[in-house]
Every structure is written in structure tokens, then in C-alpha cells.
């Protein structure tokens, strides 16, 4: 039986409702609808469920399960819990969220000694919490330091410290090794892993560290705390600190001979790493981030480009360019040419933009790009972006998905990815996604999006046609 079918059963048993009565209800054969029950054939489709939830009269979290469980019953289990997942990291993501600690620079003498000790014994968390920090803070005041890490970003643990210690004065390079799922899929309910450790590594972007990230596939040390021993390691230019899998022990040196062994085992370790993601070089100047979006659709494939506020970028044209790019920008005639190069090639790729109404709405009422303050203008490139040759590469969402004040924007193809966030200092992190199943997940999140969650171009344009009449437009 599916799990459609199985719930199917539950309910009607549970309501006593009989087959030949439910099966005229819907409008459907008495055979059929047996086999549906019996787990013999899927459902026929959505106005199908919807019509078994009426009848039975479910409550809305009764409905929830079963309309879950049809999709579950139509796409597979893995398939429906990843996309999930991926909904809810666009949902919740924030890279620019500020941990709750001052970010005061703090000292490696507050709270914890080592004395004259080449070595010391951690016993539990707080014990743990406190060396790192010790370390760590220590090592964020060194003229060239370097934090080396075989961690699991799986939990705050790590980016608290980190966010403790930045020194706002000094860069410290970090790099980061940890492993990531090979299965690419969900268990259970859970959220998928790989996801949850991009989500929790984000906020580390936000403070003063050259943060480099790395991975390799295996099993979880964490799933197996009682054979993993000590999997986890931080290493800094005075210390090395060995940790068990739930973090509760550890071991912390200073002994050189220690230090070079275990230097040794991390670089050893990281040259079978692979890169994770990468932060973009100056991803706040124009010019990089239109080379690294250039970059990303190279392709022939196609791509997809999600972000609530639409990409107005196809659609600008060289006096719009000419008229709002900053007269006092040096190089300017060479950076116009760029943008319209830049413009050109949007217009070639196969790329299909995927915004929101409300994104459009947003920039009619507001002007998203401040250097375009004129309301007419506005209006005259939003119907450009609504023009009917631009049907077949854009599509509007009825609601959106995440936070339109921080807006997560990802540009996909089968080969590679990019994320970009924004901060609370207002600039972008660029992130290149290169780990496979992320790049999988992600793009097949874009090519199997419910087709109800969109309006039809026709409906868009009513709904924007309606606003231009109606609306209050500011000028800025």
C-alpha cells in the first residue's frame, strides 16, 4: 500500500465512511476507487483529494496529511522531503542574521587559563565551550592567524565562538572541513543535512574571517558518538584541541611535536577535501558580479533564476543605462559598454526568471534600484519585463517565498550554482555551490515547481495593469 492509500484507509475507518458512497461523491468508478484505497493506483489528481477531504468533512491539519501524502504518493518519499527541505532553507535562510552576543573583540585571558600546562583534559560542554573560545580568541589577535577546523557546523556551537572572537581590526584566515551526507537523501522528516550545514555555516560570512569551506562524503561522526572516538580537531598556531562527537570531551595541547602531528593529519585530510562553497572577491562591485553571473550561465542548458524581486537586468535598455549609471563613476563609458555586453547576453541564455507579484509590486511602489527615482520609468520597465515575447522565460509566484526584505537570490543550471545573500552591512555574499547533490537539489526544486503556485502570464498582466491605474506611486 502507499502512504496515501494506507491514510486513506485510516480516515475512512476512523469516519466510517463507505467505498460506494465516497466513490459516487468523486464522481469515480467503485473499482477504481478500490484499487486507489488498496494502494493499487495513484490518484487521479488534486480536485481528487480535494473532493475525498470534503466529503469526509477533515479538519485542516487532516487535510494537510492527506494532500502530503498524495504528493509523497506521486513523487517518492526522497524526492518530496528534499524538496522540502530546499523550500524551507529559501524560507528561512538569513545570512546576515547577528548571533545574540556582543561582538566586542574579547581576550584569550577571560574566563579560562592553561597556566604553564603543555596539555588539559576537557570534561564536558562548558569545559569545551571555554578552551575553544580561549583558542580561538587567541588566534583572532595574531597578525597573520589561521583556524584550521574538522567540525560539524550542525548545531550554533561553532558560530557563536566564532562571532565572540571576531576582531573586527584583524582578518583571520578559517578553514573549515566537514562531512558532508553521500546518501542525497532525506530521512524520515528530517530536513536534508547537507542543507541544514549551508544554513548554519551563512552567518559565518557576516565577521571578519577569511572563511574557506571544504567538504568530503561519508557517514556522520556525530551519528556514531559512541565508536567515533575523537573525530572532531581546531587547530591554531598555538594550540590543537581533539574533541569527542557530542562535544562533551576533548583534549587540549600546546606540545609542538602534538601540534606538527596533528597540523600534518589536517592538511593531509584536506588535500582529499573539495571545495564546498566560495565567497566571491569584492561581490558588492558591479563588475565582479556580473562576470561571476556571466560565469555561472556559460551554458547551453537551461537555468533558472529565483528571486522574488524580479531581474530587471534583460530588460534595460541603453538610454535607461545611459541615463541612471552614476555620471562621477570612473570608467564609466567602459563600464556602460559592460552592462550593455552583460544585457545581451542575458537575452541569449536560456535561462527562465522566476520572481514574485509582490517583488513587482515592491519596485513599482518603491523603486528597488535606488538611481531609478522617475515612477515613469518605472512603469516603462516593468512593462517591458511584462512584454508577451517574455512569456515562455518568466514566471510570477502568487506569494512569495522567503523574506522580500532579505532576499536570497539563486541562479541554477544542471553544472552549477550561485547563491547570493545579503548582509546586514547591505553588501552580498556570493556563494558558488559546487557539491553535487545541492546543485541537484536545488535545480530540481525550480523545474518542479506546482504549477498553482504561479499566475498565468495573462492573469500577471491584469494584476499589474490594475495597480499602474490604481496605484499611489513615490517618487524618491
Known amino acids: 500500500m502507499s502512504i496515501f492509500s494506507q491514510l486513506l484507509s485510516e480516515y475512512m475507518k476512523q469516519k466510517k465512511i463507505q467505498t460506494y458512497r465516497l466513490a459516487q461523491y468523486c464522481g469515480y468508478d467503485r473499482g477504481n476507487m478500490y484499487k486507489i484505497i488498496n494502494g493499487k493506483r495513484n490518484p487521479p489528481g488534486k480536485e481528487f483529494v480535494e473532493k475525498v477531504a470534503g466529503y469526509m468533512h477533515l479538519t485542516p491539519l487532516e487535510k494537510t496529511k492527506l494532500y502530503e501524502a498524495y504528493q509523497i504518493s506521486i513523487v517518492g518519499y526522497d524526492i518530496y522531503y528534499r524538496r522540502k527541505a530546499v523550500l524551507e532553507f529559501l524560507t528561512e535562510v538569513d545570512a546576515g542574521r547577528e548571533l545574540d552576543f556582543a561582538l566586542q573583540p574579547i581576550r584569550a585571558e577571560q574566563g579560562f587559563e592553561m597556566e604553564d600546562k603543555t596539555f588539559m583534559l576537557l570534561e564536558g560542554r562548558h569545559a569545551v565551550r571555554s578552551a575553544l573560545m580561549y583558542m580561538t580568541a587567541d588566534e583572532t589577535h595574531q597578525s597573520e592567524g589561521h583556524i584550521r577546523m574538522l567540525l560539524q557546523p550542525e548545531t550554533d556551537f561553532l558560530a557563536s565562538i566564532l562571532a565572540m572572537c571576531s576582531n573586527s581590526g584583524i582578518q583571520t584566515r578559517v578553514d573549515h572541513i566537514f562531512c558532508l551526507d553521500d546518501t542525497n537523501k532525506a530521512t524520515g522528516k528530517d530536513?536534508?543535512?547537507?542543507?541544514?550545514?549551508?544554513?548554519?555555516?551563512?552567518?559565518?560570512?557576516?565577521?571578519?574571517?577569511?572563511?574557506?569551506?571544504?567538504?568530503?562524503?561519508?557517514?556522520?561522526?556525530?551519528?556514531?558518538?559512541?565508536?567515533?572516538?575523537?573525530?572532531?580537531?581546531?587547530?591554531?598556531?598555538g594550540y590543537a584541541?581533539?574533541?569527542?562527537?557530542?562535544?562533551?570531551?576533548?583534549?587540549?595541547?600546546?606540545?609542538?611535536?602534538?601540534?606538527?602531528?596533528?597540523?600534518?593529519?589536517?592538511?593531509?585530510?584536506?588535500?582529499?577535501?573539495?571545495?564546498?562553497?566560495?565567497?566571491?572577491?569584492?561581490?558588492?562591485?558591479?563588475?565582479?558580479?556580473?562576470?561571476?553571473?556571466?560565469?555561472?550561465?556559460?551554458?547551453?542548458?537551461?537555468?533558472?533564476?529565483?528571486?522574488?524581486?524580479?531581474?530587471?537586468?534583460?530588460?534595460?535598455?541603453?538610454?535607461?543605462?545611459?541615463?541612471?549609471?552614476?555620471?562621477?563613476?570612473?570608467?564609466?563609458?567602459?563600464f556602460l559598454?559592460?552592462?550593455?555586453?552583460?544585457?545581451?547576453?542575458?537575452?541569449?541564455?536560456?535561462?527562465?526568471?522566476?520572481?514574485?507579484?509582490?517583488?513587482?509590486?515592491?519596485?513599482?511602489?518603491?523603486?528597488?534600484?535606488?538611481?531609478i527615482p522617475s515612477v515613469s520609468d518605472r512603469i516603462q520597465i516593468v512593462k517591458a519585463l511584462l512584454a508577451p515575447e517574455r512569456a515562455t522565460r518568466l514566471r510570477i509566484l502568487k506569494n512569495s517565498i522567503g523574506n522580500t526584505e532579505t532576499p536570497v537570490y539563486l541562479y541554477i543550471t544542471p553544472k552549477t550554482g550561485t547563491l547570493r545573500l545579503p548582509l546586514a552591512t547591505d553588501q552580498m555574499v556570493n556563494l558558488q555551490i559546487q557539491e553535487t547533490g545541492m546543485l541537484e537539489a536545488f535545480y530540481d526544486f525550480c523545474e518542479n515547481l506546482d504549477e498553482e503556485m504561479f499566475y498565468s502570464f495573462e492573469e500577471a498582466e491584469q494584476i499589474v495593469e490594475e495597480k499602474m491605474k490604481a496605484g499611489d506611486w513615490k517618487t524618491e
Not at 353 to 364: A, K, P, V
Request: hydrophobic share 35%.
Open 191 to 237: 530536513k536534508n543535512y547537507n542543507l541544514t550545514c549551508l544554513k548554519n555555516i551563512l552567518p559565518l560570512y557576516h565577521y571578519n574571517y577569511e572563511y574557506q569551506t571544504w567538504y568530503y562524503y561519508g557517514y556522520i561522526p556525530g551519528q556514531n558518538q559512541m565508536f567515533a572516538l575523537f573525530p572532531y580537531m581546531v587547530l591554531t598556531s
Open 241 to 334: 584541541c581533539i574533541l569527542t562527537a557530542d562535544l562533551k570531551k576533548g583534549y587540549l595541547t600546546k606540545e609542538p611535536k602534538m601540534l606538527k602531528m596533528l597540523s600534518e593529519i589536517f592538511e593531509n585530510c584536506h588535500s582529499h577535501a573539495s571545495r564546498f562553497a566560495s565567497l566571491a572577491d569584492s561581490a558588492n562591485h558591479a563588475a565582479e558580479q556580473m562576470a561571476f553571473l556571466s560565469a555561472t550561465f556559460s551554458e547551453r542548458s537551461t537555468g533558472y533564476s529565483l528571486q522574488m524581486e524580479p531581474c530587471f537586468m534583460p530588460v534595460l535598455t541603453k538610454e535607461t543605462l545611459q541615463k541612471y549609471v552614476r555620471k562621477d563613476l570612473p570608467g564609466r563609458e567602459i
Open 337 to 371: 559598454v559592460q552592462l550593455q555586453d552583460y544585457t545581451r547576453q542575458l537575452a541569449k541564455q536560456k535561462m527562465i526568471y522566476i520572481c514574485s507579484m509582490e517583488g513587482i509590486l515592491r519596485f513599482l511602489q518603491n523603486g528597488r534600484i535606488p538611481e
